[in-house]
């Protein structure tokens, strides 16, 4: 690694990854350095999802989470082509400029082998879904969905690797431990020694890296704004239940506003045929879903996040914090992802190994430790998320049956966001922040656009 950079590019996940694309193409003579605290596309490899284990063995650095594709590599690669859901990027931006870099952001995927097939909310189907839907006061959001599949999602982004490892550096299994100004720009002192020097610096940390970035900012100096803090579970139940949903609608985000609190529950995250995954992040299990585009890899089970979102005031900044804090307590109770069935839950009844093997829905999940989720989740959440799956029965009958399973906890860890301009620069010139860990994005496309936003200011000072 040299020290002398133009450009430094900090994390390679979504937005890392598509900032270094347009870098590359737009000024392929400038000096790029594109690091990462994890592995590269090849050597990415989650123990449990190659099925040498069934608990997670708490690996330094997560595969999952971390290295080039970030979190978005073994997702099941949902692409929604919409500015209602997935970021901010328009309160930087205008709509139109936004969707612009989404469609830009496809053409890329597309280009390395992505689907054109879009699942899209202006068919008949969808729209009566939609009238049906709003009959018991729940919201489907209107956007066209790509459901890259999780196999296909990481051919895509190997694809997208081959074509830019020899026109960029790249330094993987590479922490930074600290951000620091500089006389000609900035300083990325690196952990195991040695630094890296840059003019321009794109800071694109991802999920796992919120908390830190937001330390480092702190640092520097630079206000943060609270982020709003995203907690739940995740529900599995037979695919049927939802199948003329999904058939419709793929990703089927429907929120509702809750009578008790008043609070914004939404699905997140729909996984048709899907299995459930346990995910690290800086040492804490968390749990999301994936979806393969084959056939033969599918489950009988369909899988979706059901989050609470809540917004807080000041004192409190930290969201991030306060998200791995509930994450804790499940894995204190369980050793990790804690399992629970619907009508145990509703009945104030733990469930154990021998109600779980009555259980007519299977696990897809197997490492999950039956418990129970009262004694994890904060009450209002837990009131909030019971209410909304009543409200989803309504819609699609058997979402509250007693064997539904509900996996904990889900939490979308956000960084507390920064003030930035149009072209996501930071309060310090030339430092530019993108992605989900930045807190300007929470999923595929808007985080892919974010980076072609900053790849785009810099090159264009240029």
Not at 133 to 143: E, I, K, R, V
Not at 172 to 183: G, K, L
Not at 230 to 241: S, Y
């Amino acid at each position: 690694m040299n020290a002398n950079y133009d450009v430094v590019i900090l994390g390679c996940g979504e937005a890392g990854i598509f900032a270094a694309y347009e870098l590359a193409h737009l000024q392929p003579r400038l000096k790029v350095l594109a690091l990462d605290q994890g592995a590269d596309i090849y050597h990415r490899s989650c123990p449990i999802v190659a099925g040498k284990v069934k608990e997670c063995v708490l690996c330094p650095v997560c595969h999952t989470m971390c290295g080039f594709g970030g979190a978005g590599a073994f997702s099941d690669g949902k692409f929604n082509f919409t500015t209602a859901f997935g970021g901010w990027l328009t309160d930087f931006m205008e709509p139109a400029q936004v969707m612009e870099l989404i469609d830009y952001v496809d053409s890329i995927n597309v280009a390395h082998g992505a689907t054109t097939e879009v699942y899209s909310t202006e068919s008949d189907a969808a729209k009566k879904l939609a009238r049906q839907a709003l009959a018991y006061d729940l919201h489907l959001l209107q956007a066209r969905c790509k459901h890259l599949g999780t196999e296909n999602n990481l051919r895509i982004l190997t694809n997208i690797y081959e074509g830019l490892q020899n026109k960029l550096e790249f330094a993987f299994h590479t922490e930074v431990a600290s951000i620091q100004t500089a006389e000609d720009g900035y300083r990325l002192v690196l952990a195991k020694g040695g630094e890296a020097r840059c003019k321009y610096l794109i800071a694109a940390p991802g999920r796992s890296g919120a908390e830190w970035f937001s330390n480092q900012c702190k640092d520097l100096g630079l206000e943060l704004l609270n982020n709003q803090v995203d907690i739940g579970v995740r529900v599995e139940l037979p695919a049927t239940v939802f199948e003329h949903i999904t058939d419709v609608v793929y990703e089927s985000k429907l929120v509702y506003r809750t009578q008790r609190y008043g609070d914004s529950v939404r699905t997140f995250c729909m996984n048709p045929y899907g299995h459930v995954v346990a995910e690290n992040v800086e040492g804490i299990n968390t749990v999301n879903g994936h979806s393969y585009a084959d056939p033969a890899l599918r489950s009988e089970n369909t899988n979706f996040a059901l989050l609470v979102s809540n917004r807080f005031t000041k004192p409190f900044n930290e969201p991030y914090r306060y998200g791995k804090h509930v994450a804790s307590l499940s894995n204190m109770l369980a050793g990790g992802v804690l399992v629970q069935r619907f009508g145990d839950l509703v009945g104030g009844r733990r469930t154990n190994e021998h109600r779980m093997g009555k259980s007519t829905v299977r696990p897809t999940l197997s490492a999950a430790v039956p418990g129970d989720l009262s004694l994890t989740l904060p009450k209002r959440q837990l009131d909030d998320i019971i209410e909304m799956i009543y409200q989803l029965d309504k819609l699609a009958p058997g979402t509250a049956n007693y064997d539904t399973l509900l996996y904990g906890a889900e939490v979308k860890f956000y960084s507390a966001r920064l003030q930035l301009t149009s072209e996501l620069e930071t309060a310090l010139p030339n430092f530019f922040a993108a992605g989900d860990g930045a807190g300007v994005t929470r999923g595929l496309a808007q985080a892919g656009a974010s980076g072609v936003q900053a790849a785009r200011a810099i090159c264009r000072r240029l």
